[in-house]
C-alpha cells in the first residue's frame, strides 16, 4: 500500500510543473488584454497616444472621476442594473414552475415544448432587434427598463428553464411524495421544502441569467434611448469631434468588468457545477 | 427518473407559454409578415409572395455572409473545443488554486460584448495596443483595419480568447465527476496518458462537451457586437458576418422585405444545425441513463 501511495507522486511531480505552465500561459493569454485596459484606463490621454509605455508613469483617477461625477455616464450603471435584476426576477419567477413541470409529469407535447422553448435561446438578437423596436413602441414601452427586461427573457428563460430543469433531476422523486403524504399542499411544498433544496441550482440559474443580461447589448441599445439607456451604449459617448477619448473609455470597460467579477467570487464554488447546467 | 403522466402539468408551464409567446411568436410573426410583403411608404403594404426570399437567395451579398459565417465557426469550434478541454485537463483538481483558476477563467465570459470589442481594440492598435505595436516593433505587418488576414486573425484569437474558457469550465466540470476507480482501474491496466484520455475521460465528458458545441455554435453563428466594435465588418466586407449584414440591412438600409426573408432563413439553418446538436446530446443523455 505505501508502494502505491509512493510510486505516483514520483510521476506525478513533473507533470504537475507542466500542467502550471500550462495554466499559467493561458492565464497570461487571458489577463494581458485586461491588463491593458487597465493600464489605459490609469494614464492621462497624452500618455497614451505619446510614447509607449508598458505601465502608466503618472497614474491618475481623472478617467473614473470623469464617469463616477456625470451622471449621464453613472446612470448607464444604474439603467443596466435595474434591466438586469428585473430581468432576473421575471425569468426566476416563471421558470422554476415549468422547470419543476418538465423534471416530474410527462404530458402531451412536453418534448416539443422543451426543444421549442430552447429554440428561443437560438434565436439571433439581430433578427428580433427590428420587431422589438415595433412591438414595444407599439405598446408604449420604449425606453423603459421593463422592455430590456422582457426582450432580455426571449433567450433567457429558456435557458434558466434549462438550468434548473437539470438541477430538479437530481431531486429523488420520493421527497415529493413524502411531502404530499404528510399533507402539504402543492404551493406550500414548493415554496418550503422543494425550492431550498435546488437552491444551489437557482444560484447557477441567476448568475447566468445576469451574464447573459448584463452583457447583451444590441437588444438594449435597440430598445432605449435616454431613460433606460445600458452602460455599454453610453461607452459610445466617448468617439467625439476631436478623436475618441481613451482614457475615459478604458476606464468605462473597467467599470463594466467590476459586477462580474464580483459576482464570479461569490459563486466560485459553484461555478464548474454551475456550467456544466446542472448536468454532470 | 420515470416520469408521472399528467396533464395538468401544463399550467405550471402556462406562464412561460405566455411571456415566451409574447416575446418570441409576435415579433416573429412580424417577421414572417414583412418577408412577404412590399411597401412604398406610408404604411401601405403589398402582397408580394416569395419575391424576397427570391432575391435573396440569388443574391451573393448573403451567399458571401453566410460563407464568412461558416468559416468563422468551423474554425473557432476547431481551436476552442481542444484548447479547452487540454486547459481542463491541466487545471488544478482542488484547493486554492482551482479556486483561483476558476475566478480569473470565467472573468471574460462576464465582460459586456462590447467591451470585449473595445479591449481587443485597444490592445490591437498598432499606435497605442500593447499586441499590434509589438508586432510591428518586431517587425511584423500587423494591422487589423486595413489587412484582411490581420482583421480575421484578431478576431478569432478574440473569440478564442472570450469563450475558450467556457469549453474548459464544461470539460472540466465533466472530468471533476469521473469516480477515482476509473483511473485506478487504468492503472491496474497499465493504461498510458493517451489511453485514458481516449477511453475514460473523453467518453465521460462528451454529455458536457455536447453542451459547449451547442452554446458555441449557436453564439458563434449569431456573433454581432464583438466584430462590429473591433473591425466593423471590414476591411471592406471581410469581417461582414450575417448578423452584421442583417443590422445593417434591417435598421441601417430599413430594407425591410429582404431584411425579413434573410432573418426568417437565418434562423431556419440555426434550428436545423441546433436540432441535429440536441438530438444527438438528448440520445447521448439517454445512453448514460441520466
Known amino acids: 500500500m505505501s508502494d502505491s501511495t509512493h510510486t505516483p507522486r514520483k510521476s506525478v511531480l513533473p507533470r504537475i510543473n507542466g500542467s502550471a505552465v500550462v495554466m499559467g500561459l493561458y492565464l497570461l493569454f487571458l489577463l494581458l488584454p485586461i491588463y491593458w485596459l487597465l493600464t489605459m484606463s490609469l494614464k492621462t490621454n497624452t500618455e497614451i ?22 451622471a449621464s455616464w453613472y446612470t448607464g450603471y444604474l439603467n443596466s442594473m435595474t434591466y438586469v435584476v428585473l430581468n432576473m426576477v ?4 416563471v421558470a422554476l414552475p415549468a422547470a419543476y413541470a418538465f423534471s416530474r409529469y410527462s404530458f402531451m407535447g412536453d418534448k416539443h415544448l422543451f426543444f421549442w422553448l430552447l429554440t428561443n435561446r437560438m434565436a439571433p438578437p439581430a433578427v428580433f432587434a427590428l420587431p422589438f423596436f415595433q412591438l414595444y413602441s407599439s405598446i408604449g414601452l420604449f425606453d423603459t427598463h421593463i422592455a430590456v427586461a422582457l426582450a432580455h427573457a426571449l433567450f433567457n ?15 429523488p422523486k420520493e421527497i415529493d411524495e413524502t411531502a404530499y403524504i404528510d399533507g402539504y399542499s402543492f404551493p406550500r411544498f414548493f415554496v418550503k421544502i422543494f425550492t431550498p433544496l435546488v437552491a444551489s441550482g437557482i444560484g447557477v440559474t441567476a448568475f447566468f441569467l445576469f451574464m447573459f443580461s448584463w452583457v447583451e447589448l444590441l437588444l438594449s441599445r435597440t430598445l432605449t434611448s435616454v431613460d433606460a439607456k445600458p452602460i455599454a451604449a453610453t461607452m459610445t459617448r466617448t468617439v467625439g469631434a476631436s478623436g475618441i477619448d481613451w482614457g475615459v473609455l478604458a476606464a468605462a470597460g473597467v467599470l463594466t468588468i467590476l459586477p462580474g467579477a464580483l459576482v464570479i467570487y461569490f459563486v466560485r464554488n459553484y461555478i464548474a457545477k454551475g456550467f456544466a447546467l446542472g448536468r454532470v | 427518473m420515470n416520469k408521472t403522466v399528467n396533464q395538468k402539468a401544463w399550467f405550471l ?39 424576397w426570399f427570391e432575391t435573396m437567395l440569388a ?6 455572409a453566410l460563407g464568412r459565417q461558416i468559416a468563422f465557426s468551423t474554425i ?32 471574460p465570459l462576464l465582460i459586456p460584448w462590447n467591451v470585449v470589442g473595445t479591449i481587443w481594440q485597444i490592445f490591437g492598435r498598432v499606435d497605442i495596443g500593447l499586441l499590434g505595436y509589438t508586432l510591428n516593433a518586431i517587425g511584423i505587418d500587423y494591422n487589423y483595419t486595413q489587412d484582411f488576414y490581420a482583421a480575421w486573425i484578431t478576431v478569432i484569437v478574440m473569440d478564442v480568447w472570450h469563450w475558450t474558457s467556457l469549453v474548459a469550465l464544461l470539460a472540466y466540470a465533466g472530468l471533476q465527476s469521473i469516480p477515482d476507480a476509473y483511473y485506478q482501474a ?13 477511453f475514460i475521460e473523453l467518453p465521460k465528458i462528451m454529455g458536457v462537451l455536447m453542451i459547449a458545441i451547442l452554446l458555441r455554435f449557436m453564439d458563434s453563428f449569431m456573433i454581432y457586437t464583438e466584430p462590429f466594435v473591433v473591425t466593423g465588418g471590414g476591411p471592406g466586407n471581410s469581417t461582414t458576418f450575417l448578423s452584421i449584414d442583417l443590422v445593417k440591412m434591417a435598421l441601417g438600409q430599413f430594407d425591410l422585405g429582404p431584411a425579413a426573408a434573410f ?10 444545425v441546433s436540432y441535429v446538436f440536441y438530438t444527438v446530446m438528448t440520445n447521448l443523455d439517454k445512453r448514460d441513463g441520466h
Open chain 2, 263 to 272: 432573418s426568417i432563413m437565418y434562423y431556419l439553418v440555426i434550428l436545423l
Open chain 2, 186 to 198: 487504468a492503472k491496474i491496466d497499465q493504461a498510458g496518458r493517451w489511453k485514458v484520455f481516449r
Open chain 2, 59 to 64: 443574391s451573393d451579398r448573403m451567399w458571401d
Open chain 2, 13 to 51: 408551464i402556462l406562464p412561460v407559454l405566455v411571456l415566451v409567446a409574447f416575446s418570441a411568436v409576435i415579433p416573429l410573426m412580424t417577421v414572417v409578415n414583412y418577408s412577404v410583403q412590399d411597401t412604398f411608404g406610408n404604411n401601405q403594404f403589398f402582397w408580394a409572395g416569395l419575391e
Open chain 1, 157 to 171: 428563460v429558456p435557458l434558466a428553464v434549462w438550468i434548473l430543469e437539470g438541477f430538479m433531476r437530481g431531486v
Open chain 1, 49 to 70: 497616444l505619446g510614447a509607449f509605455t508598458l505601465w502608466p508613469h503618472n497614474i491618475t483617477f481623472d478617467n473614473y472621476m470623469t464617469i463616477l461625477t456625470d
Open chain 1, 90 to 93: 421575471i425569468s426566476l419567477a
Open chain 2, 76 to 107: 473557432i469550434l476547431m481551436i476552442e473545443i481542444p484548447l479547452g478541454i487540454f486547459v481542463a485537463l491541466n487545471m488544478p483538481k482542488k484547493g486554492f488554486w482551482a479556486s483561483f483558476c476558476l475566478v480569473l477563467m470565467s472573468l
